[in-house]
């Protein structure tokens, strides 16, 4: 069932991204541009509804920052949640981090009803990280939840669908002054002190068009609500046409670049560090169930290594064993020394026994090229107020 729901999603992305040629194709994405037009109007109504009152922002009474994109996935937005939470707690914020938890596994059905009628839909969130223990694993927290309470030990890492229940949690229970909403720019129920929207320097707003014809939650306006808007995986040429772009369409948001560089390579199971210096020349696997693999695998040819066999999996994937075996047995056919995969990912591996290669993960963190002074400038100012 996983692998023919992962095989429509890359099916889809083909039809999309104008890969699949054909009348069936043609058809396809006419019917998927009927759905954006409409899907487009009800972001829209949604909007409108918040700002009239119709529909009710909550407040808190703390600061509630929101980090999140106008596309689905690919942004680089967990290093980016990381740097802020990082920074603001080093400033002295007791941070909480409320995530959705996407993908993670759920209750099933009949756990959910059996819930339902025995009155326990109230209870608490899922409390990945107190700020002081790691309490839950990536299947039952989420990947990127998960990822960010292992990185970031001092800070609290909530799970929940309603993040108005887990801010107040985090509040009343944690001790917490500070929310940062991940994924959290279409989350209108909390309302934001700051919103900071990523953008993809090497594919902005995709196709410009809304889900499910393009990959945009919503059109590209509405970035008029950022107050900081991040160039993520930029190449150190200024983006110049985009920046432009950018404040034509907000000019009032401060606007910085950034780029995402591996730092050293991690054993996924030992943990063992090792230098990115080790990759040069050596033949190597890449496997990868993330949003946009292109940019991590040009990372690993440029760190000098050579790929020798590829594996590339829909965005969220879980691993079984079984796949891991499969992977070290193929990348040892194809002369591979190592495999190579992402931080993300590497949450996701199952434990397995026998290794007859080497499996690390590329450590991953944020480097500023522009912008760092008004960056920090507005960390401060959130500690302050």
Wanted: proline share 4%; charged share 30%.
């Amino acid at each position: 069932m996983r692998a023919w729901l992962e095989k429509i999603e890359f099916y889809l992305l083909d039809v999309i991204e104008e890969r699949r040629k054909g009348k069936r194709a043609a058809v396809l994405r006419w019917g998927l541009k009927q759905l954006s037009r409409l899907f487009g109007v009800i972001v829209q109504i949604r909007l409108r509804l918040y700002r009239w009152g119709i529909l009710r922002h909550h407040t808190l009474g703390c600061q509630v920052l929101s980090v999140g994109n106008l596309t689905v996935g690919g942004t680089g937005k967990t290093p980016i949640v990381e740097v802020f939470a990082r920074s603001l707690e080093k400033q002295g914020r007791k941070v909480a981090i409320l995530s959705r938890g996407y993908k993670r596994i759920k209750p099933s059905f009949w756990q959910r009803v059996a819930s339902r009628f025995s009155r326990r839909d109230g209870q608490p969130p899922l409390v990945v990280s107190d700020g002081k223990r790691l309490l839950l694993d990536s299947a039952i927290s989420g990947d990127e939840p998960y990822m960010l309470a292992s990185n970031l030990p001092e800070v609290v890492v909530i799970v929940d669908k309603n993040r108005v229940k887990a801010g107040q949690f985090a509040i009343k229970k944690l001790g917490c002054d500070t929310l940062i909403l991940d994924d959290g720019f279409q989350y209108l129920s909390l309302k934001h002190r700051l919103d900071i929207v990523l953008v993809d320097r090497t594919n902005p707003f995709g196709n410009r068009c809304v889900l499910p014809r393009g990959v945009l939650r919503e059109p590209v306006k509405n970035i008029k609500r950022a107050g900081f808007i991040f160039i993520t995986k930029s190449n150190g040429d200024g983006a110049e046409a985009l920046k432009a772009q950018l404040r034509e369409l907000n000019p009032n948001a401060e606007i910085s670049e950034c780029r995402h560089c591996a730092r050293h390579l991690s054993d996924v199971y030992t943990r063992e560090q090792k230098s990115l210096d080790e990759l040069r020349g050596l033949p190597v696997a890449a496997v990868s169930g993330i949003a946009a693999p292109e940019g991590f695998e040009d990372e690993i040819r440029r760190l000098g290594a050579h790929i020798v066999h590829v594996k590339r999996y829909a965005d969220h994937h879980r691993y079984t064993q079984q796949e891991i075996i499969n992977l070290i047995n193929n990348s040892l056919m194809k002369g591979a020394q190592a495999v190579i995969t992402t931080e993300k990912d590497a949450v996701r591996f199952p434990f397995v026994e026998r290794r007859d290669l080497p499996i690390y993960f590329l450590r991953v963190e944020i480097e500023m090229l522009s912008g760092a002074e008004a960056f920090h400038d507005w960390i401060s100012r959130i500690c302050f107020q």
